[in-house]
């Protein structure tokens, strides 16, 4: 049996290859351009706010609820309730799915609803209500109603970077120890009532 033919070698391939060279690896494919609206630049998740009803909170959530109402703790409110912090944190998510708030939703929103629906007693200002601009008095509803900072930093139409500064002028301007005691003495100044909007100056609530 005669072998198998052979084709024959073309002897210019090689020294073509050898010029051309190896060829470069493959690097990662471009990413698209990403074009950003201007308008969706300033969105910003909306408050918590639900037409649903609020589920009445039970007696044990109503005291639990009490505790936040005066800026306690979860660690602070299972001291004075002899209660372990696991279960009080248990019933600040009860208390916190009975308003409808979100999962990542802060204490102060949570307690601003609490005030808001009625489900613990406004708290009683012990003084008269400082002169705020209209610019804190935006920022105080920012606080009050978002959770994430760029969130209240977009309500209350600050750049993020200026949004620390702002608030420490609140806090000092108000005598707040932090954003949960901010949002108590806000109520107790009736400052932050649903059919109130930040369009006036406030005076001293005598």
Same mark, same amino acid.
């Given at each position: 049996?005669?072998?198998?033919?052979?084709?024959?070698?073309?002897?210019?391939?090689?020294?073509?290859?050898?010029?051309?060279?190896?060829?470069?690896?493959?690097?990662?494919?471009?990413?698209?351009?990403?074009?950003?609206?201007?308008?969706?630049?300033?969105?910003?998740?909306?408050?918590?706010? #639900?037409? +649903?009803?609020?589920?009445?909170?039970?007696?044990?959530?109503?005291?639990?609820?009490?505790?936040?109402?005066?800026?306690?703790?979860?660690? &602070?409110?299972? #001291?004075?309730?002899?209660?372990?912090?696991?279960?009080?944190?248990?019933?600040?998510?009860?208390?916190?799915?009975?308003?409808?708030?979100?999962?990542?939703?802060?204490?102060?929103?949570?307690?601003?609803?609490?005030?808001?629906?009625?489900?613990?007693?406004?708290?009683?200002?012990?003084?008269?209500?400082?002169?705020?601009?209209?610019? &804190?008095?935006?920022?105080?509803?920012?606080?009050? &109603?978002?959770?994430?900072?760029?969130?209240?930093?977009?309500?209350?139409?600050?750049?993020? +970077?200026?949004?620390?500064?702002?608030?420490?002028?609140?806090?000092?301007?108000?005598?707040?120890?932090?954003?949960?005691?901010?949002?108590?003495?806000?109520?107790?100044?009736?400052?932050?009532?649903?059919?109130?909007?930040? +369009? #006036?100056?406030?005076?001293?609530?005598?």
């Amino acid at each position: 049996m005669s072998p198998r033919a052979r084709h024959p070698v073309n002897p210019n391939r090689h020294a073509r290859a050898r010029a051309v060279g190896p060829r470069p690896p493959r690097g990662p494919a471009a990413p698209l351009p990403v074009t950003i609206h201007p308008a969706e630049r300033d969105t910003v998740t909306p408050p918590v706010t #639900t037409s +649903a009803p609020i589920t009445p909170l039970t007696p044990t959530l109503q005291r639990v609820a009490q505790h936040l109402a005066t800026g306690l703790t979860a660690q &602070e409110i299972a #001291t004075q309730t002899a209660l372990s912090p696991v279960t009080i944190r248990q019933y600040i998510r009860d208390i916190r799915e009975s308003l409808h708030c979100p999962p990542r939703c802060k204490p102060p929103v949570i307690v601003h609803r609490l005030f808001a629906d009625q489900q613990v007693a406004p708290p009683t200002a012990d003084r008269p209500a400082p002169m705020l601009s209209l610019d &804190e008095l935006l920022l105080l509803r920012a606080v009050a &109603e978002h959770s994430d900072a760029r969130d209240i930093a977009v309500a209350a139409k600050l750049a993020p +970077a200026d949004l620390r500064a702002a608030l420490d002028q609140l806090l000092t301007d108000t005598g707040a120890q932090d954003t949960t005691h901010l949002v108590i003495l806000a109520h107790g100044w009736n400052l932050l009532t649903l059919e109130q909007a930040p +369009a #006036t100056r406030s005076g001293a609530n005598q």
